[in-house]
């Protein structure tokens, strides 16, 4: 049974962390981020010691850490929140990354709709100032320099992909670059830049404080800690959760209230998993069903052909539009869907869709193409007659 825990939330006394980081060697630093286990929160679950490790190696006087507070992924509203009440710890989890991999400028990349956070945002970073947080010779360490920015986020769902954001935060329009070379080589200004979610970050001060043994004892093997869940839909008890990963549908689904009559559970957003019933017993982790964190519960009165149609609009608006396999998949995918409410839609359509999804996984430029086809393949195989019923067009046609 996987425990309900709080530790994202929990209180903080700040500069207390970054006075054990520095305390110890650079590399000590990472090797015990690295030892932890931890993964990156913005989806991808990437290893975050192995990411502050390579951005080290690169030698560079101007080295960047970069906080993507960007959060664009419907359904997902956690990050707001931990950068609303847990600023100090965001900021410290920079500070010990940036001494870690010897950065001396951060920028928080904030969602453009969040702006109304800024004043706050800049005042805590004022205050951390005055205590010597950050700035000049932070905690009396000479030579120890590190000044955070906020840049306003673009107002584009894919600047949420690290290196579209990196383009967006030196003033270029919001598109993903080739990789490699990746943002710890050549980030942003082309020097090493590590890009982390604002979940990874509030989990850093805690390593350091606790020690990675004790991260480790949350989770399971491979996704170690916890994890925080924006969860929205038809359930009593929406809301952020933090459970430790490996939590299983069934138990969150009971956790939050859920409808009785559940019949389907979106986890990671519009560009992750659909799971029906018999999924519910898996478990939610980075070897099981990954997310970056939102759930969107849907009872039995919702359509789920209205629901893969609303994604894949989403998406279609969204692609930037740089690689053909996106622009024109997501373009494709879209009047594929529409067939089906015209009542002109079949089980050969559902195969052409399945095969563009596969030209999407495989050629898109970056993860905005390549996950475009999670929903509509979870979708469409789960919940197939709904798909092929949807504008009154007979099931037994399929
Ligand atoms: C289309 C797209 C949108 C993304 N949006 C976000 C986002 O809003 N926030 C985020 O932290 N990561 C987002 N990511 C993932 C980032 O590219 C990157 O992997 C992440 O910020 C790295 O931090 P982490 O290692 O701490 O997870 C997005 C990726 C893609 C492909």
Redesign the pocket.
Known sequence: MARKIDVVFSDFQPGSALRAALGMTPTSVIELVTKSKL????????P?GL?WDAARSHRSDDKFI?C??????PG?FK?KNILEKQTAKVIEGMAIGAYAIGASKGFIYL?GEYKYLVKDLMKKIEELKSQNLIGKDICREKGFCFDVDIKLGSGS?????????IESLESKRGE?RNKPPYPAEAGYLGQPTV???????SFIPHILLNGAEWFQQFGTEKSTGSKLFSVSGDCRKPGIYEFEFGITIRELLKEIDADPDTKAVQIGGA?GFCACSDDFDKPICFEGIPT?GSIIVFNKSRSMFMVLKNFVEFFQE?SCGQCVPCREGCSRMLEGIEKFEQGRGSSKTINDLLELSTTMSLASK???G??VPNSFRTIASKFKDEILSAGGGEVWRS
């Open positions: 993964r990156g929160r913005g989806g991808a679950g990437f975050t990411k970069i993507n507070a960007d959060e664009g992924e997902t990050d969602r769902y894919v600047c949420g992909e690290e290196t579209a954001l993903p890009v982390n979610n604002v979940e990874t970050l560009s970056g969204e970056c993860g905005f390549q996950s």
